[in-house]
C-alpha cells in the first residue's frame, strides 16, 4: 500500500511494511477549523514484561481484514465523535528495531477534549480488533507477544 494521504478523504487507514510516514501524518491532520490535533506514536521498546533487551519486534498481519478494521473504527469514532475532522490509523509490518514506530494514530478536531478522546478510543479498538500479532526478540530467546489476545469486533455505539 502506498503511504501517501488520502485526496479528498479524511480517513487514512493502512497496514504497510515500510516506515510510517509521520511529517505526512501531523500535516494530515492539522486543519484550519481544528484547535486540537493529537498523534499518538507507538514504538518498540527495550523490554516487554518478562522479557528484558528485546531486541525487536515483528508484525504479522492478516492483511486482508487489517484495513476493513480499521476503516470501521474510524466510522465508529466519528459516531461516537461527530466533529472529529480527519482521523489516521496506520501500522507497520515486518521486522522493527527498538525504537521504530509501528502504529500512528492521529485524530483533530475542533476542541482538544474531541481530539483526545477518538485518538485513545482508535488506539485501544485497533490494538483489541485488528489481526495483528507481534514476535518478540529479547536476550533469552523468541516468541510470540504474552500480551496476545483473542480478535474481537469492533464496537458499534
Known amino acids: 500500500m502506498g503511504l501517501?494521504?488520502?485526496?479528498g478523504r479524511d480517513d487514512w487507514v493502512g497496514i504497510t511494511a515500510d516506515?510510517?510516514?509521520m511529517g505526512a501524518v501531523a500535516a494530515f491532520v492539522e486543519r484550519a477549523d481544528c484547535g486540537g490535533a493529537v498523534v499518538f506514536t507507538g514504538t518498540?521498546?527495550?523490554?516487554?514484561?518478562?522479557?528484558?533487551?528485546?531486541?525487536?519486534?515483528?508484525y504479522e498481519a492478516y492483511a486482508e481484514e487489517v484495513t476493513p478494521r480499521l476503516a470501521a473504527i474510524a466510522a465508529e469514532a466519528r459516531v461516537r465523535w461527530p466533529t472529529v475532522r480527519r482521523l489516521v490509523?496506520?501500522?507497520r509490518t515486518g521486522l522493527l528495531a527498538v525504537g521504530e514506530a509501528s502504529v500512528v494514530v492521529a485524530a483533530s478536531a475542533p476542541h482538544r477534549a474531541e481530539a483526545f478522546d477518538a485518538a485513545r478510543f482508535c488506539i485501544?479498538?485497533?490494538k483489541a480488533t485488528a489481526p495483528i500479532w507481534k514476535r518478540e526478540?529479547?536476550?533469552g530467546g523468541e516468541d510470540w507477544s504474552d500480551?496476545?489476545?483473542p480478535?474481537?469486533?469492533?464496537?458499534a455505539s
Not at 521498546?45 to 531486541?55: A, I, T, Y
Open 137 to 139: 526478540a529479547w536476550e
Open 147 to 149: 500480551c496476545a489476545h
Open 89 to 91: 490509523l496506520l501500522h
Open 19 to 21: 516506515a510510517l510516514p
Open 4 to 7: 501517501d494521504p488520502p485526496d
Open 44 to 58: 518498540v521498546r527495550d523490554h516487554s514484561e518478562g522479557r528484558p533487551g528485546v531486541r525487536s519486534l515483528e
Open 151 to 155: 480478535v474481537d469486533e469492533v464496537p
Open 124 to 126: 485501544d479498538t485497533l
